[in-house]
């Protein structure tokens, strides 16, 4: 069996709101495999975008294993926790996250430039990633003069130009229109087939999970069903 891309074993997470705790997580196992497709949706509060955070490397559970690239990331230091997220895997976020005085190129750019590459590299795999978004005319175009559909293409150019193994997608087209969200969800599946990368989107909207070739749906914590689950149970 191949090496899963991303894997939580068993994993909860409790917060603490003064003297009360907060169960988010309920003891969740998921595996996610090179080059898959995934939906995680549920309503508010059903532990997706806690579950998200902990894929993301940006939170630790407070049990359980995370594994990345065959490493217990719940074992490594914050140091090498940062290091293997920029390494591994790419973020694309509902509000865009761009930096609103730098150009699209330089907002593209900066996962290499934590990673030391020379800026004439940093620019040149920037400016190719834009272009691989449909971007090629707007390198030097600030945030404010994008629409809302060209900031988040900006947003995948730069979850993409570190060549990720995970991109994590949390609501991304949340804060856009109908129209301009799916040719945004053509982007990430058209990216999913030609280069492989992995892609998790999180979402409350069935229509946007309905698009992925998976369907993990949560409630309370828990992984209520995973459409995974059934089609292999469908195999002979």
Do not use: W
């Not at 074993?9 to 497709?37: C, N």
């Amino acid at each position: 069996m191949t090496d899963p891309t991303i894997e939580a074993v068993d994993v909860t997470r409790t917060y603490q709101l003064g003297e009360a705790s907060v169960h988010a997580l309920r003891g969740v196992t998921l595996r996610i495999d090179p080059g898959e497709y995934a939906a995680i949706i549920g309503p508010s509060g059903s532990g997706k975008s806690t579950l998200m955070h902990l894929f993301g490397l940006l939170d630790r559970p407070t049990t359980g294993v995370i594994n990345v690239r065959d490493r217990d990331a719940t074992r490594i230091s914050d140091t090498e926790l940062a290091v293997l997220r920029n390494e591994a895997i790419g973020f694309v976020f509902q509000s865009f996250q761009l930096l609103a005085r730098t150009t699209a190129v330089d907002n593209v750019a900066m996962p290499l430039l934590y990673r030391g590459v020379h800026k004439a590299e940093r620019r040149r795999r920037a400016a190719e990633a834009l272009a691989a978004v449909g971007l090629e005319s707007r390198t030097a175009h600030r945030p404010s003069q994008l629409s809302g559909g060209e900031q988040q293409r900006v947003a995948i150019a730069r979850a993409l130009v570190g060549e990720p193994q995970l991109l994590l997608a949390d609501e991304p087209t949340g804060n856009l229109d109908t129209r301009t969200g799916q040719e945004v969800m053509d982007i990430l599946e058209r990216l999913n087939v030609e280069r492989g990368v992995a892609v998790v989107v999180v979402t409350h909207d069935g229509e946007v999970a309905s698009r992925a070739c998976r369907q993990i749906h949560m409630r309370d914590g828990q992984i209520e069903s995973d459409s995974a689950s059934t089609t292999s149970g469908m195999n002979p």
